[in-house]
């Protein structure tokens, strides 16, 4: 049986406990805030926050955040969110900066947070690093309150802008690494290979979302009309109607007020893009294989894979995996979830 390590520390990096574990159900997820079960064979010195390590042999490494714990006898179970989690936080911001780059101002909203003159809610370590600048949108709220996370998942699906948050126990830092999806590289991946257990296809749900945007000033003087194109990997959003059209046709329509500064046509390509580009990846594909697999390797989130299923291919991007256990792996892709926990977990959400 494969044994894995747990190591756990405080805030500060202080180390606390270690054991050894099996069979860890480990999720990373980067559009549901999922969790992971670890079982400890003995009474683990362990509080709510703390950052916690799983490693096995091969080197392969979790890490996450402490969010609950039971001792029962000579049991410990861990409940871990992963670091994402510290994006899960609400702020006053001003959207409009988005238009300088997304990773900038990310970077300055995190800052504000993690190291301010709140020293409980500072971050030991805080370091942020990018390399891209990529130009961004998101629609202004009324009360100019944002969640980075829903932020953050955002920026993802309509620009493969991608947060890796972690931490390095030597160098005592929390770290926060931008960096943007990589369309030059795309791996194939054919489900009838001998490591592959099991696969699923859930047919696109673009149904959901429109196709066609019908957009208006609010005095009524200026309209426009933009339509999303699917491409390979990628996407259009454009006013040309006669070629490359989705069907069947689901067409909404919304009314914008363009900022200080901004054109009607400007606003209203942004309020299409905002609410067309979601359908990029709209089939969830979810394919299980044997972990001690040499013929299946999991990317890392962002990864763009054609899936090949006999005759059909699927043109799709890795946003989700999980260790099952010590047998099993099951990755996931697109950006739709089916499962109910994650289903509700996305409209609670959308709704707060």
Not at 21 to 49: A, C, F, H, R, W
Not at 127 to 140: E, F, L, N
Not at 330 to 349: A, C, K, N, S
Request: hydrophobic share 40%; with cysteine; glycine share 6%.
């Amino acid at each position: 049986m494969k044994r894995y390590r747990v190591d756990v520390f405080d805030r500060a990096f202080n180390f606390k406990d270690m054991a050894q574990t099996s069979e860890p159900t480990l999720i990373v997820d980067y559009l549901v805030q999922s969790s992971s079960q670890v079982q400890i064979p003995k009474k683990m010195n362990v509080s709510i926050g703390d950052y916690a390590q799983i490693r096995d042999a091969e080197g392969a490494m979790f890490q996450g955040i402490v969010t609950n714990f039971a001792y029962d006898g000579k049991l410990t179970e861990l409940t871990l969110a992963q670091m994402s989690k510290l994006l899960d936080v609400e702020v006053f911001a001003d959207v409009s900066g988005l238009a300088s780059g997304i990773e900038a101002w990310m970077d300055a909203q995190l800052t504000a947070v993690y190291n301010s003159t709140d020293a409980a809610q500072n971050l030991t370590g805080l370091t942020i690093t990018h390399t891209t600048t990529t130009a961004g949108s998101y629609p202004a709220s009324v009360e100019g309150i944002y969640n980075l996370y829903d932020l953050a998942v955002h920026f993802f699906k309509v620009y493969g802008v991608i947060i890796d948050v972690g931490f390095d126990i030597p160098a005592k830092k929390v770290t926060f690494r931008f960096r943007v999806v990589n369309t030059g590289s795309i791996w194939k991946l054919e489900t009838k290979l001998k490591d592959v257990a099991e696969y699923s296809v859930n047919a696109s749900t673009a149904m959901e979302y429109p196709n066609k945007m019908v957009i208006r000033s609010e005095d009524g003087l200026d309209s426009a009309t933009y339509y999303w194109h699917p491409s390979g990997f990628s996407g259009t959003v454009d006013m040309d109607g006669s070629v490359n059209r989705v069907q069947p046709v689901l067409s909404r329509c919304a009314v914008v007020a363009p900022e200080q500064g901004q054109t009607f046509a400007e606003a209203a390509y942004i309020e299409a893009v905002n609410q067309m580009y979601q359908s990029q990846y709209d089939d969830q594909i979810e394919i299980m294989f044997n972990s001690s697999s040499k013929l299946v390797e999991v990317g890392r989130i962002g990864q763009l894979y054609t899936i090949i299923d006999g005759a059909t291919s699927y043109n799709t991007v890795l946003t989700g995996y999980q260790r099952l256990n010590d047998k099993y792996t099951r990755m996931t892709f697109g950006y739709v979830r089916t499962r109910l926990t994650q289903i509700l977990q996305q409209e609670r959400r959308r709704n707060t």
